[in-house]
């Protein structure tokens, strides 16, 4: 951004103006996204759009951490099972991340056929972050069936390869895999390896 709102009125318009911006992309995609009609979206002149961001990708960086922040509460939410049952939390939270991905009209399957020009480090760092939040809580209350040393390591793997994963399969637009099916793999195979016991390395005499 050019310059932070500080009053309430400026402080709504660029409310206005990132949520106008958000559909646009959804209405139009990303490529007919402009300037000109994120203003006009927003009820307000291009003028007063450049007095708060620079161009159409100041918009749409603002619009991704806005994003982030979104699904950074519905993680929250997310319970931790109070049971030992590892496969029921990791699969509600994959049963979570498809529900966004399939949320806001189109505005997020647009966005995801688009990752690669996006500015998305944002995005996945507020995943990973609130991901590590979920299993610590989960493996602080069952840390006697599960013992784990290098959960940040396990992690960051499982944040990015679910992610990257789900992503693939909704930009390809195949049929060949089922949805759930995918999101039920997805389930079993993270489940397993972050229950998995670290592996014991033995050092040599």
């Given at each position: 951004m050019r310059k932070r709102p500080q009053q309430q009125r400026s402080r709504e318009m660029v409310r206005a103006l990132i949520d106008a911006t958000g559909k646009v992309i959804q209405q139009q995609g990303l490529d007919n996204t402009t300037t000109a009609r994120i203003a006009e979206g927003a009820g307000v002149s291009v003028g007063s759009l450049?007095?708060?961001?620079?161009?159409?990708?100041?918009?749409?960086?603002?619009?991704?951490?806005?994003?982030?922040?979104?699904?950074?509460?519905?993680?929250?939410r997310l319970p931790v099972m109070d049971n030992v049952d590892m496969a029921a939390t990791v699969g509600s939270a994959i049963r979570f991340g498809f529900a966004v991905l399939h949320s806001r009209d189109g505005l997020y399957l647009e966005l995801v056929r688009n990752w690669h020009r996006l500015p998305t480090n944002r995005v996945m760092d507020a995943l990973q972050q609130h991901f590590m939040e979920l299993a610590r809580l989960y493996f602080l209350r069952h840390y006697q069936h599960h013992q784990i040393s290098n959960l940040e390591v396990r992690v960051f793997i499982v944040t990015n390869s679910v992610l990257f994963t789900m992503i693939r399969h909704i930009s390809q637009h195949s049929g060949l895999i089922r949805e759930q099916e995918l999101a039920d793999e997805l389930t079993l195979m993270v489940a397993r390896y972050l229950a998995s016991p670290p592996d014991t390395v033995e050092e040599s005499p």
């Open positions: 450049y007095q708060y961001f620079g161009d159409k990708d100041g918009l749409i960086e603002a619009l991704m951490e806005s994003l982030a922040d979104e699904i950074g509460t519905g993680l929250k």
